[in-house]
């Protein structure tokens, strides 16, 4: 069956560590995407990418990085200058262009202890 | 700044009468618009998707798109507890190749 699998699916951080969000898809979808949200909050785009070994910063960038050396995969490391990392992450694939709706992993929550 | 506009809810509604979810957006160049449905810590999964001005049914649930009044709403017919849940509108622009989500609103169907 094809779909977006994201693990794991919880994950707890130390103060000062980086951790890495994996995203893979079997869509055949050119476009991921990495949103956070927040308790009660929108989704805020965090990158996108549109097509191997090219991405770009979203709206909340800062204290993220990403990498996209397959078009299968999109994972996100949320590094020790992301000062407020407890939230629900969710990766996303689709085709190119805005009209045909997004797919949905089942999401990380990770948590700073 | 593009904008899909939601009223956050909670939207309370008996079981059986209609759900009505309302959205505006900013963006006249918005031509695609979609309705995903999250419930309580899961991901949101689309449900409904219109393109065109008018109305869009599958099953109990009606997109309608007012492109001229930039208005989209999800019409939930025969509404079931298991309805309750929160209801993202998603707006997309072609010529930015970009989604714009709402922040939703909750729905809760009283048994």
């Known amino acids: 069956d094809g779909g977006i699998t994201q693990s794991p699916k919880y994950l707890f951080r130390k103060e000062g560590q980086n951790v890495t969000l994996s995203c893979e898809q079997n869509l055949n979808h050119d476009a991921m995407y990495w949103y956070r949200q927040d308790p009660g909050q929108g989704l805020r785009l965090i990158y996108y990418?549109?097509?191997?070994?090219?991405?770009q910063k979203g709206d909340i960038a800062e204290g993220y990085s990403v990498s996209r050396e397959k078009k299968e995969s999109f994972p996100l490391t949320v590094t020790s200058a992301q000062k407020n990392p407890t939230a629900f992450y969710l990766c996303?694939?689709?085709?190119?262009?805005?009209?045909?709706?997004?797919?949905f992993g089942s999401g990380t929550r990770l948590t700073v202890v | 700044q593009k904008e899909v506009e939601q009223n956050s809810g909670p939207l309370s509604v008996p079981e059986g009468a209609i759900a009505s979810l309302n959205c505006t957006y900013s963006?006249?160049?918005?031509?695609?618009f979609f309705w995903y449905r999250q419930y309580s810590g899961k991901s949101p999964e689309l449900i409904m998707f219109i393109y065109s001005n008018g109305d869009k049914e599958d099953g109990r649930f009606t997109a309608q798109l007012n492109k001229a009044s930039q208005y989209v709403s999800l019409l939930i017919r025969d509404s079931q507890p298991s309805d309750s849940a929160t209801y993202l509108c998603a707006v997309g622009v072609n010529r930015d190749d970009k989604i714009i989500f709402g922040k939703g609103t909750r729905l809760h169907i009283l048994p």
């Open positions: 996303a694939s689709g085709l190119t262009g805005a009209n045909y709706g997004y797919t």
């Open positions: 963006d006249r160049g918005s031509q695609s």
């Open positions: 990418s549109q097509i191997v070994n090219d991405f």
